[in-house]
Every structure is written in C-alpha cells, then in structure tokens.
C-alpha cells in the first residue's frame, strides 16, 4: 500500500471518529443539568434540600436552617448564604460553568473550609494587629479593629455578616474583590461593606482605597464539597 494510501485512510478514520465522538457528545451533553434549567426559587429550594439532608442530621448540632440567595454587582445570581441555627453559616456558589455530575463536579459547590468567627476592620496598612480564635492568636499587618470589648480586644462574630449586621428584607450581595469576597448590600446606590459597616462606591473596584474582605474561608469550589 503506498503512503499515499495510508495517510488517506488515516484521515478517513480520524474524520468518522471525530464525528462519533461530536454525536456522543451532544447526546449526553442534552442530558447534563445546567443552572439556567432552573429559576432563582427553585436554586433556592434545591440549596435548602442539599443543605437539609447534609447538615439536619444526628451527625450535627444544627436544628433550623435558611438559605438566602447572593448576588453579584451586576444582580446576577451567583452564590447563596445557608444561615444555621442555633449558630453557624457557610456560603455556597452556583456553578455555571459545570453541569450536574460533569467530570465530579456538582452545580452547587460549598466553601472548602470551616468558617470561623470574624471581627470588623478597616484596612490601616503596617499596623499590626492580633485575633485569638479558639487558642490560636492570628496576626495581621493590614488593619485596624473596629468592634472592641470592654477589654480592648475585637469583638468576634459567629454568625454571618448579614446576620450580625441585622439584614432583613434587601437584597444580599457577595462581591468579588481582587480573588476575596465582600459581603455587601446596596443603599443609595452605594454598597455599605457589612465587614467594615464603610460605604463603597458602586465602582468599588476602581477604587484606590482597600476594602476589608472575608478572613479565614477558602472560596474554590472543589468536588468533594459539592452538596
């Protein structure tokens, strides 16, 4: 058989190989669930059966929960807030990118770490500051406390921060600061950071001032903490 010969029935079998493979794809890509197959309240529900099953068990102390829905700056339905009872929170995102059960992932991927408490700050660059949670004392060189006890010390949350800053009925926003997350709600078109209880700009991400983010939560969804 000449070379000529071979090369043509090569391509010929990677040609018939790539369109079976396309024709597979697309018949169980049709299958996959994707985020957009549901509305915001059936997301929410979904979120309150997964978090049900996992955290109202004999395995845990927890007796209620409630899951609210988080927001980015553009109003997109990005991530959700599971608020534990007696005490306890954990934030979850909504996978866009991943359909249900594709390569492991799932749609809805949980925080990579326990949470731990908080304290609000501001953001004082070469000011060194120290936490102590559960005997293990942190220290930070990037700001200023807040929320001081009679003992000058900061004052620690265990709860989340729309829990602790009393938020009702507006709407709850997760914004994404240069790979951290700010918890946030919009009052005349500005976001008050429930962290530092500042106001920021809409455009906060122009902005040359520092915003204080979350502490202590890894935010990468990874398999293994899908719900």
Known sequence: MSAFKVVRNLTIIAAVCAIVFLIVYLVYESKFE?????TETQHIQRV???ANKRYLNDDTDYTELQVYPLYDENDKLTSFLIELKPVGFMYVFLNHNSKLNHFGNGMYLQSTSNIKPWARYVVETDNDAYLKIRNTTYKFNDRRWTELDENDMPILHETSH???ANIQDEKRYFLKYRSKYIPAVKRNDKFL???SMEYMDINYKDETIDQPTIDFIALIP???FKL
């Open 193 to 195: 950071n429930l962290i």
């Open 222 to 224: 990874e398999p293994a």
């Open 162 to 164: 729309f829990k602790a």
């Open 34 to 38: 994707k985020s957009s197959d549901y």
């Open 48 to 50: 309150t059966d997964l």
